[in-house]
């Protein structure tokens, strides 16, 4: 059977033992040939006189537009559309706490001192809680709805002072985020703007809405509603299903819609109801990012949540081991290649969110007004799946993952760590015990090398050369199952960072969670650069998304590109067929906004050419 390598090796072995399952992992080989007009983005379909391919004989559209406005506009429509995902998110969010606050839920927030953190950021005046979280809802709400022409009141707020100033006089601060998404589409569509330098400014605008608020926001308004991450011990990889429960996999991004479940699945009478159809009780099992924020706060939610299974393309596996009895949607990530095993092994299927709907799944839409009707038809349907499913199929759950994963790492869980100043890391640094940092953020794909595969052997690369590694998104997924997040990996780190690590008891690469935390990586970007009284860009700090994967991965580079970090990618972006566009954002953002893109498809060269970012930043800083 013909599938695609994978860093993680249990998880192939277990794949050949069912050959009656196909994954993807089978289908990349008869994708390998790829279009090579896709690939440099030169492809334009967006009129019926095409789909046009910009070829040396044929230079242009029928229309007249070039690759460097073709390409341009693939890529904006592309950032558009992973930044009207983050905002869909956020706007979703702001919504339920709004809820949870009003009374209208039965609900309680979890995090007060987030609450007043946050007010007091935004200098909203309210004391009591419940309206001071009204008010921030409302804020970020009002941001989203702005028309273009009006810059959103808390980017500002958000921002370190330096970027803010730096976008100011680049004039990419972001009008009202949704806006922005609706002008990128129109922008880029049939006969409109032939302008790429454009285009490639209003990416930025839409990375800098993407990470304030789609990022940054969310993760403060979760921390509100479902408790603040801590630092823990947790068990991945798919030795958390435990066959004695009723097992529900998640799958998405939405962590606020879940919580009502997770709560409501340890009352009483749910165990009852488990009990009465032979099962101990209910499990929730993470998978793809939702997985990584439950396990990011894991402390609060251990009765429930079993732990963390994997990312995206470990989840048709997943589902292949017989172990999981419903499977619960409300994001992407959510792969179509889940619906034909889910009938395969009878697994029931819901989803929450109309924007994530299977073709065989139940639509059961979301409202946190109602959120315990939804959570006890849920627990029913799950319940129902468990009695039907149970003596019909091979439950086959292989040893897999580990029991020692360092989880819970936020901004401030980890100051709180270090004494709660970033000031040990700062000296560290200084000193050479640690050379840098490298955020290695993202999706997992399987065409870098293969699944995982570019992520993890960068990650070794990396903290070889004693360079902490920080991760947040599917990249984590990987990391975690392939032991990198354990304490024991300090052994596979350079001498110093090997020695930092033994003495504080953490692993060389921590796990900072879900995508989403790509916002709280700013966050401690930002602290560190007001600790040194410098800009970001001056950071000893480099950024790689190795195997990104969609469009919500662009909009985080261009977040990235407009902090004024160096971002490698181990595939392109599809924008290689224009001259003009490569040399903008691999050269001239240098020069805009301190970032640039660096394609480097090889792992050792990756790693060096990262290294030498680091040690040139260093070199400015006389450290």
């Given at each position: ?349 819901i989803c929450l969110d109309d924007v994530a709907k299977k073709a065989n799944a139940e639509y059961m839409p979301f ?257």
């Amino acid at each position: 059977m013909k599938m695609c390598a994978s860093a993680d090796c249990t998880l192939t072995d277990f794949m050949r033992t069912k050959p009656e399952v196909e994954t993807s992992f089978n289908r990349v080989p008869n994708q390998a040939l790829k279009c090579g007009f896709g690939m440099q983005g030169v492809c334009c379909r967006l009129c019926s006189n095409g789909p046009c391919r910009i070829t040396p004989q044929s230079p242009k559209g029928v229309c007249g537009a070039t690759a460097d406005t073709i390409v341009a506009r693939n890529f904006l429509r592309a950032v558009a559309a992973g930044a009207a995902c983050y905002l869909h998110i956020v706007e979703n969010t702001a919504n339920n706490l709004r809820e949870i606050v009003l009374g209208n839920t039965g609900l309680n927030i979890k995090g007060a001192e987030v609450l007043h953190s946050l007010a007091g950021l935004l200098e909203i005046e309210e004391k009591e809680p419940a309206k001071q979280a009204v008010k921030i809802a409302d804020k970020v709400l009002a941001d989203l709805y702005r028309p273009r022409s009006q810059v959103m009141e808390l980017v500002e707020k958000l921002t370190y002072e330096p970027r803010f100033k730096r976008w100011q006089e680049l004039g990419i601060l972001p009008g009202g985020a949704k806006s922005e998404v609706f002008d990128a589409v129109v922008k880029t569509s049939t006969n409109l703007s032939s302008d790429p330098v454009d285009m490639l400014l209003h990416a930025l605008r839409l990375g800098i809405s993407t990470g304030l608020y789609g990022l940054a926001l969310t993760n403060l308004l979760n921390d509100i509603m479902l408790g603040e991450p801590e630092i823990t011990s947790a068990r991945v990889g798919f030795s958390v299903v435990d066959p004695d429960f009723i097992n529900i996999m998640v799958t998405g991004h939405q962590h606020s819609m879940i919580s009502v479940l997770q709560d409501h699945l340890v009352t009483p009478a749910a165990v009852s109801l488990a009990r009465s159809v032979g099962a101990k009780g209910f499990k929730i099992v993470g998978c793809t990012c939702v997985g990584q924020d439950l396990q990011l706060r894991g402390v609060h939610y251990q009765e429930v949540f079993s732990g963390h299974a994997g990312n995206n393309f470990t989840s048709e596996a997943l589902l292949s081991t017989g172990g999981i009895d419903l499977v619960l949607s409300e994001f992407n990530c959510t792969i179509p290649g889940l619906e034909p095993i889910c009938d395969q092994f009878l697994i029931k299927q819901i989803c929450l969110d109309d924007v994530a709907k299977k073709a065989n799944a139940e639509y059961m839409p979301f409202n946190i007004k109602e959120g315990e009707i939804v959570a006890e038809q849920i627990m029913q349907a799950a319940v129902k799946s468990y009695a039907e499913r149970r003596n019909k199929v091979q439950i086959d759950i292989p040893k897999h993952g580990y029991d020692d994963v360092i989880t819970g790492v936020s901004e401030k869980s980890l100051k709180k760590f270090l004494g709660g100043t970033f000031q040990p890391l700062i000296d560290l640094i200084a000193k050479g015990a640690i050379k840098g940092v490298a955020a290695v953020v993202g999706c997992s794909n399987l065409t870098a090398k293969g699944h995982d595969v570019f992520t993890v052997e960068l990650t070794k690369e990396l903290i070889k050369r004693d360079i902490i590694v920080l991760s947040a998104g599917c990249t984590c997924g990987g990391l975690e199952n392939c032991g990198l997040m354990s304490p024991a990996a300090a052994e596979l780190a350079g001498a110093n960072l090997k020695a930092v690590c033994r003495q504080l008891g953490i692993p060389p690469v921590l796990n900072f969670g879900p995508c989403l935390a790509i916002g709280r990586l700013e966050i401690v970007a930002t602290e560190l650069a007001q600790a040194l009284n410098i800009d970001i860009p001056q950071l000893p700090l480099v950024l790689s998304a190795p195997q990104w994967l969609e469009e919500q991965a662009l909009a985080d580079g261009a977040f990235g590109l407009a902090l004024g970090l160096p971002l490698h990618l181990a595939i392109p972006p599809f924008v290689t067929g224009s001259e003009l566009v490569s040399r903008v954002l691999t050269e001239d953002m240098e020069q805009l906004t301190g970032g640039k893109v660096i394609l480097e498809g090889e792992i050792v060269p990756a790693a060096e050419k990262l290294e030498a970012i680091i040690d040139q930043k260093r070199k400015a800083l006389g450290i």
